[in-house]
């Protein structure tokens, strides 16, 4: 009995708490975060997230959407050549593991970066979006997404009302049948 309860302690100091640690993490919010935070100019913690979410073998696809994310973090991180090319070779990279016709990685992380590129590539022309150009394009990219979100549950609700409708319809169908046969079956009795 004493062997067990000193075992039973002892699972205890090794099993993790309530409240002690983090609660597991969901890859998918992890993204999300990633996202929002590159979207605000946090490319560090961005990076950081992403990194880590671009070694999940367990999901591929979010993987290779996270490396996708890091290569835009350092390139929008890079201050001195060598990051740049760091930030390229990442690129290059995420270029040869993405299958053909698969555009499923989010081109919002690039928007930072084209003034950037634009003000860098001719210091005499003016860059291609301004800063208020690209807040109101991210805006409109988020507006977006929630008409396309929206539309989304609108038309499941539509497929849901149009089944229910031809289930009504059949049961319709199905009760002037039955009238039918017994308006005939009263005549044949009268």
Request: hydrophobic share 40%; charged share 25%; with cysteine.
């Amino acid at each position: 009995m004493l062997v067990f309860l000193l075992g039973l302690a002892g699972c205890s100091l090794f099993a993790p708490r309530m409240g002690d640690g983090q609660p597991p993490q969901d890859p998918q919010a992890d993204y999300a975060l990633a996202v929002d935070s590159y979207l605000a100019g946090q490319y560090e913690k961005a990076a950081s997230i992403f990194q880590r979410l671009s070694g999940d073998v367990a999901a591929p696809l979010l993987a290779r959407k996270a490396y996708f994310g890091l290569a835009c973090s350092r390139l929008a991180m890079a201050k001195t050549p060598e990051d740049l090319r760091e930030g390229l070779s990442i690129w290059n990279t995420w270029v040869q593991m993405t299958p053909e016709g698969l555009p499923s990685e989010d081109p919002r992380l690039i928007t930072p970066l084209l003034p950037r590129l634009a003000a860098s590539s001719s210091q005499s022309s003016p860059p291609l979006l301004s800063v208020g150009e690209i807040d109101s394009e991210l805006a409109r990219s988020k507006r977006l997404a929630g008409c396309q979100e929206e539309t989304g549950k609108t038309k499941d609700l539509l497929r849901r009302k149009t089944a229910e409708a031809e289930a009504l319809r059949s049961q319709l169908n199905a009760l002037e049948r039955l009238h039918q046969e017994i308006s005939h079956k009263k005549k044949g009795l009268e």
